[in-house]
């Protein structure tokens, strides 16, 4: 299998604040589920945003789906991300002036994708599985925590991404509803010949994942177990 995370060294720290993040080595495999845990605070949301490279680490590497985006700048890191990555942001980050469809849509489109019969197919089984097909004419205002949740959990699939990252993807749901996204997120990524690295404090669903990486309490080098 091929490598879709390969972190070397890495180090990152926050301007102005005692935070300090330190990697020694990670690594993801295709089709790879991988759960991260540890304590608030240790940089969980931090790796997260690194691997995208939303954020850029202070000194060593991070290959994220065979390129370097510790290397690229903004607007590289921003097509890679949109052509494949699926991220499911813990704050949601839905734009009030959209519907839910085209919150699910908006990767697409700003990645200059045609929208067409077998996309909006797509957009409608997803939404059905996440339990908000009756949603999708809403905007975000119009929606309880929950519904925007999995709202953003089908924008992160719609363009069946090689890797997805999410950040406590099921946080805001009731145990039924976070135990169907949870099959969705699985199922999609299964599909999709994809990896998934997903951060989580509900250490009760880490028997579903092939590994649990914890970042660790003090030192915060990644540190890993098997699940199973």
Known sequence: MSSVI?????QFAYGGTPFRLQVDGFHLQTR??????????CGKSTLLGLIAGILSPSTGSVETVGTRVDSLGQGAC???????I???FQEFRLLEYLSVRDSILLPLRLAGRAIDGATNERVQAL????????LLKRRPARLSQGERQRAAICRALISEPRL????????????M?????????FEEVDAAGAAMLMVTHQHEILPRFDRVVNLGETSNEAS???SR
Not at 35 to 41: D, E, H
């Open 6 to 10: 390969d972190i070397q060294k890495l």
């Open 32 to 41: 790879e589920r991988v759960a991260l845990i540890g304590p608030s605070g």
């Open 78 to 84: 921003r097509q890679l991300r949109l052509e494949s």
């Open 86 to 88: 699926g991220f499911v």
């Open 127 to 134: 939404a059905s599985r996440a339990g908000i097909a009756h």
């Open 164 to 175: 997805v990252l999410a950040d406590e993807p099921t946080g805001n749901l009731d145990p």
């Open 177 to 185: 509803t976070g135990e169907a996204v949870l099959d969705l997120l």
């Open 224 to 226: 890993t177990e098997d």
